[in-house]
């Protein structure tokens, strides 16, 4: 290799490794944004922008050192090329020595067995066993690319968690007051008197109870080298925090599919052969489920229908699109399947959540009112602290997370115990 290519090389190695810094700086801002919960400021924006300009002009430039460095050892492999058929060519009158027949192999060895010149150098080369140079002989150049991001299979969205929308968690203890008996009222006299301008009017006291709250904590944390944060490529330290945020919305989705599972009333299934549901028997205790809720909560809040992953068979192939125009939904479609909203069933929205992973496999659907349920949250979010004594940096990621049924009437599980 040339001094001109190796300078080359080289250049493209430091422009790289500012890029890559350029990169961190800007995935580090972000990530200190979004642990805060707030949106990029001016400064930050500028930053950014300058600092999008500056790689921009990077890749500019390594795009075309690259392309440089490959026309020259195009060229310098067809100067090599051409040397070796000229050499070839001069000795043995061609580039490539083929026999049409075994007779003119056989001229040639016979006269090459005679002292022939031209002839002995034809078989040579005809029967040369060239050294064949393998990838495996020289490990040593050859490079560890590596392609695209990390391949992290994994979602962290948390359907039921949005749909109640968090509540910000005011201390480690707080109470929900709640009304456990109204007022009264009736028509005068009757309490027992004639009905009588001056009769006895009903009294009852109204009783108001409270809810206690308390504060889970869920979190975990990873010690890392700092090695492993300053070699890597992508950014291991940014591939860790985005990991233990993700496993964080994963518990706390479950954490409330549990809630919902444990404080539900059960309505079961009337299967005519005690087996499978019909698409008619599932819209039945649906409307039971949501008749029971009106009761619990007078009609506040959204009746949503929540599914767990392993069920969604059963509700998709009963309420597939096809022909839709008079049954009891549009349909669901297995090409939109993720978690979230999958379609509807009269009109009460479908969701998928994996947070109801516990479910028995005897639970069809969650049908529940979004006022019957509440969750409080506070992110802690990412937390780091340096040791400088093995050179490690130690990062944890939490948050306070509880669910709260307010009302477990407003909340129905559709079971099938056949």
């Known amino acids: 290799m040339g001094v001109n290519s190796q300078a080359n090389d080289a250049m493209i190695r430091r422009l790289e490794s500012e890029l890559e810094e350029r990169n961190a700086f800007v995935q580090g801002t972000i990530a200190r944004a979004q642990d805060d919960e707030r949106d990029l400021n001016d400064t930050e924006k500028t930053t950014l922008a300058e600092t999008r300009a500056r790689m921009a002009a990077l890749k500019e430039q390594i795009d075309e050192l690259e392309a440089t460095a490959k026309f020259a050892q195009d060229v310098a492999q067809r100067a090599k090329d051409i040397d070796l058929a000229i050499t070839t060519a001069r000795r043995t009158g061609s580039a490539e020595v083929e026999y049409r027949s075994v007779g003119e192999y056989m001229v040639d060895y016979v006269a090459g067995s005679t002292g022939s010149r031209s002839a002995m150098e034809r078989l040579e080369l ?45 201390s480690a203890t707080w109470y929900r007051p709640k009304v456990t008996q109204h007022a009264s009222v009736a028509a005068q006299g009757s309490a027992g008197a004639a009905a009588d301008e001056k009769a006895e009017l009903v009294s009852q006291k109204m009783t108001i109870t409270r809810l206690t709250g308390t504060a889970v904590t869920y979190g975990g944390y990873v010690n890392v080298s700092r090695q492993n944060i300053d070699f890597s490529s992508p950014q291991m330290f940014d591939a860790i925090v985005n990991d233990l945020a993700a ?83 549009p349909g669901f479609q297995a090409v939109d399947f993720s978690q979230g909203l999958m379609g509807t069933v009269s009109g009460i929205p479908a969701y998928v959540s994996a947070g109801l992973v516990s479910a028995p496999a005897t639970t069809f659907g969650i049908v529940m009112s979004t006022a019957a349920v509440e969750v409080y949250e506070q992110r802690i979010g990412a937390l780091q602290v340096t040791e400088p004594s093995v050179l490690g940096v130690q990062v944890a990621y939490g948050g306070y997370f509880t669910p709260m049924t307010v009302e477990t009437g407003g909340v129905q599980e559709i079971v099938n115990l056949a």
């Open 247 to 329: 496993q964080y919305a994963i518990q706390t989705e479950a954490a409330l599919g549990v809630a919902l599972i444990a404080g539900t009333n059960n309505i079961e299934l009337t299967t005519a052969s005690g087996g499978t549901p019909t698409a008619a028997e599932l819209t039945a205790a649906l409307w039971t489920a949501v008749s029971n809720i009106y009761t619990a909560v007078k009609g506040q809040g959204q009746v949503v229908l929540l599914i767990q992953p392993a069920k969604l068979a059963n509700w998709g192939t009963l309420f597939a699109p096809v022909n839709p125009q008079n049954s009891q939904s």
């Open 126 to 170: 005809y029967t040369r066993a060239a050294a064949h140079q393998k990838t495996t002989d020289n490990l040593g150049v050859i490079p560890d690319p590596i392609m695209g991001g990390v391949l992290n299979f994994i979602d962290q969205t948390r359907p039921i968690v949005n749909i109640l929308g968090p509540q910000d968690m005011p």
